[in-house]
């Protein structure tokens, strides 16, 4: 099976991107199915309906996030009866949405985790913990599992990969939107890269225009933050996994850059 998982998409540039580019990835790779981070979808910020739709419409299977999941209110409205979209499963129990889920492909069961990092982000439940116990209780109904960590910082992206090998078929990092040239494949058959990058504007800072950025830095007073234009970088990894054991078998990264 051949998995396509896409870099945090930004704002309307980076669903432009997704819908004049994926479908030939897809048909270039003998994509099976496509998980996208889909947090920054609305304004650079946020998920709402008509973006989230959009998304699904053009070929993305299942809609990971992050921290921003909740920076539109009306993602409250569809979160729960939305099975194809996850928020980080290390919130809070009573927290709208789910963290993880099974979907079915050609007879085979594939369980999708979105967990967010604790270092330099929000202090939510352990990643480790919680990891092991949705692995435990998918495993006797998935051979594949992937899991896109979105966390800050690389250490402990690649201490949550070395902890689960060999028990998840991939894990990714996603949130930084810089992509890292570490893919491997680890001792036990888990698929790892730190970081898989950003689907958005290339001449920016994270998606951003630069100019308020930089500003930001060197007055630290407020500025206001709108997604850039120009060019636009796809980002992603495919990742090609046995079914008969979930194992990986290679994973690639793949880098575009795409003018409208």
């Known amino acids: 099976m051949r998995i396509l998982m896409i870099g945090d998409i930004v704002g309307n540039p980076g669903r432009k991107c997704i819908r004049d580019l994926l479908p030939k990835i897809k048909e270039n790779y003998n994509i099976d199915f496509t998980i996208a981070n889909c947090e920054n979808l609305a304004g650079g910020k946020g998920i709402n309906k008509k973006v989230i739709n959009n998304i699904f419409t053009y070929g993305v299977d299942v809609a990971t996030s992050g921290n921003h999941i909740w920076d539109k209110k009306e993602i409250f409205d569809f979160i729960d009866s939305e099975t194809r979209i996850l928020r980080p499963a290390n919130y809070p129990v009573k927290t709208p949405g789910r963290g993880y889920h099974i979907f079915e492909l050609n007879g085979n069961n594939i369980g999708i985790i979105n967990l967010s990092g604790r270092v330099f982000m ?11 116990t949705i692995i435990e ?17 690389t250490s402990e992206k690649m201490a949550l990969g070395r902890y689960l090998d060999g028990k998840a078929s991939a894990i990714v990092g996603t949130h930084t939107h810089v992509q890292t040239s570490d893919e491997r494949i680890f001792e036990n058959g888990t698929g790892y890269i730190t970081d898989i990058g950003m689907t958005g504007p ?19 007073l407020p500025e206001r933050f709108e997604v850039a234009s120009g060019k636009v970088q796809f980002n992603g990894v495919v990742i090609e996994i046995e079914e008969a054991d979930g194992k990986c078998k290679d994973i690639e990264r793949i880098q575009d850059l795409h003018e409208f």
């Open 137 to 153: 209780e998918l495993r006797s109904q998935c051979k594949i599992i992937l899991l896109d960590f979105h966390a800050e910082a």
């Open 122 to 132: 929000s202090d939510l439940d352990c990643p480790f913990q919680k990891a092991s």
């Open 202 to 220: 290339y001449e920016s800072i994270l998606g951003v225009e630069s100019e308020p950025v930089i500003n930001n830095f060197l007055t630290q």
